[in-house]
């Protein structure tokens, strides 16, 4: 299966098994909105409090807020995204489906990227064992090539976009021969910028100074609340404010499932310090966050830092924690050094004093800021597509297992009685009775057991308790574990400390 047919696969799957559905589907659905059905929801809670408790339990001066979507329009000036947070955009004028420039240009390095990679592979094979990566890259014809062609590209694309050359975007889709997937022709329209933003009106006048925007970002609403909370809080720099919230973005490029959504969660915490100390701390967020990634176990080599060449100007430093998605290793998180930029923007729009006094040093100052932001719903897909998987089982059956990480999975247990007779059902009841406060779980009945099992492999439930007969005369269930499975037989009583040691958030918290 190419990566592209296992893609559209899982999301079947997801919709399958009520993760993920299209959203208003029974109206043809709405492009690039999706809806979180009753596993994912689950799935998707799990992964926030993960992150929550990670900021604000296990850091001392990290505190947590919830602010509104909607905010004061002069928020959005101040934070630049009305004069500046525009996407440039192409049409063909064949297939009139319109596209980002810059994410043509991307796609195109990316094809190239992959040949260098396909032969480098090639290479390997020939030379098996005494294959030297290195000098191969530096001397075969056909790489040094098409690593030509890339960084010919590359150069011409970073210097378009440092100079926001829109003509320079065009030609560079020209001189490239992108042609449109649909059409598959070069009769580009001239590229334009498009503000990201939706707009509605807070009353139902109509007038244009009754215009708001639903924020494209959550770390506005941090931002304007800095001042009570500092005050409030009694906080001392260095210290975060963290949130997780809806946001907003009129994206062109729709696609790839929940990768990219008009209407999103994020998880952003914004980290005030010391002007001059910035750079430690924004390594030390680099360092933090991707040990909360690699902490999840999905494997420390589906991850890297992506270092931004092109800065926005507010910025002194900047990377993405990259995942390997089935589409390519791509953007899950961002972690920004801001300066003063927002704090010294809301302080100048809003004629408020927005500074730190230091009691120690008696300075007063604007603090500088490390930011880290990250999409609930993309740490959803990176873990969703990380854990399908199909294995071959004896006998030349199969099955599909979510090998979702236990302290993530929607359900921790499923309670099945292998029948709905001979008092069977009634120990089932009270072994829910036993693990429902502690875990989500599912009691099933219906169906063989084999069908059972199948039915929570493909929801990812770490642990099925089977009772069957002899449960009667001992006390004990079969404990099936997921990814093994492998069976044990465990006294009701311990059940609890068994999936617990599993499946606990908090074990996963201390770990960090
Ligand atoms: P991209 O370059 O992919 O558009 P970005 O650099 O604009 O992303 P940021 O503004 O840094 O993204 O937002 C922080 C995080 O929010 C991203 O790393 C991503 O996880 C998430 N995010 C941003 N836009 C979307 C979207 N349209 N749908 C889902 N998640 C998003």
């Keep these: ?188 329209t001239d590229v334009r910028q498009f503000n990201l933003m939706f707009s509605t009106s807070l009353s139902n006048t109509g007038a244009n100074d009754d215009k708001i925007y639903l924020r494209p970002e959550t770390a506005q609403g941090i931002f304007v609340e800095y001042l009570n909370v500092q005050k409030t809080g009694r906080m001392k720099i260095p210290f975060g404010i963290a949130q997780i919230g809806k946001a907003f973005r009129n994206e062109i490029v729709a696609r790839q499932f929940i990768f990219r959504m008009r209407e999103f969660e994020q998880m952003e915490m914004e980290f005030f310090c010391k002007p001059g100390t910035e750079m430690e701390w924004f390594r030390k967020w680099k360092e933090n966050r991707m040990k909360w990634h690699v902490n999840l176990g999905m494997g420390a080599e589906n991850y890297r830092f992506h270092d931004h060449e092109k800065l926005a100007h507010y910025a002194n430093a900047a990377t993405d924690i990259e995942f390997n998605f089935p589409f390519g290793f791509k953007e899950l998180e961002g972690i920004h050094s801001r300066t003063d930029f927002d704090l010294g923007n809301h302080q100048k729009l809003s004629g408020k004093k927005i500074q730190y006094f230091d009691p120690e040093t008696g300075e007063s100052y604007v603090p500088y800021c490390v930011e ?59 072994v829910v009775d036993e693990l429902k406060y502690d875990f989500s779980y599912q009691y099933d009945e219906k169906d063989s057991i084999g069908k059972r099992y199948r039915r929570q492999d493909a929801i990812g439930t770490p642990f099925c308790v089977t009772i069957d007969h002899e449960t009667v005369n001992d006390g004990c269930v079969t404990v099936r574990d997921r990814d093994t499975m492998t069976q044990e037989r465990v006294k009701i009583e311990d059940l609890r400390a068994l999936i617990d040691k599993k499946v606990s958030l908090n074990n996963l918290l201390r770990n960090l």
């Design 372 to 430: 880290t932001s990250i999409g609930v719903d993309r740490m959803c897909l990176a873990v969703l597509s990380h854990a399908y998987t199909v294995e071959q089982l004896e006998g030349g059956d199969s099955r599909v297992v979510m090998k979702i990480p236990a302290p993530l999975a929607p359900i921790k247990v499923a309670v099945l009685p292998l029948v709905k007779k001979d008092g069977l059902p009634e120990i089932a009841q009270k």
């Design 1 to 188: 299966m190419t990566q592209d047919e296992l893609f559209k696969v899982l999301v079947a799957h997801c919709k399958e098994y009520g993760f993920i559905f299209p959203s208003s589907e029974i109206y043809d659905g709405l492009a690039a909105v999706y809806d979180y059905g009753q596993m994912g929801v689950q799935l998707k809670n799990n992964i926030k409090t993960y992150w929550w408790e990670a900021m604000t339990r296990l850091n001392e001066n990290i505190v947590g807020i919830d602010s509104c979507i909607f905010m004061h329009p002069k928020t959005w000036v101040a934070s630049g995204h009305v004069a500046a947070f525009n996407d440039p955009l192409i049409d063909n004028k064949d297939s009139k489906k319109r596209y980002r420039a810059d994410v043509l240009i991307e796609d195109y390095l990316l094809k190239i990227e992959e040949k260098i990679n396909k032969e480098v592979a090639k290479g390997r094979k020939r030379f098996g064992e005494a294959f030297d990566e290195e000098q191969f890259r530096a001397t075969n014809p056909n790489v040094l090539r098409e690593k030509a062609k890339y960084d010919e590209v590359h150069n011409r694309y970073v210097e378009a976009e440092n100079k926001n050359d829109l003509a320079e975007y065009k030609q560079i889709i020209l001189d490239c021969g992108i042609v449109c997937p649909i059409s598959g022709t070069a009769n580009w």
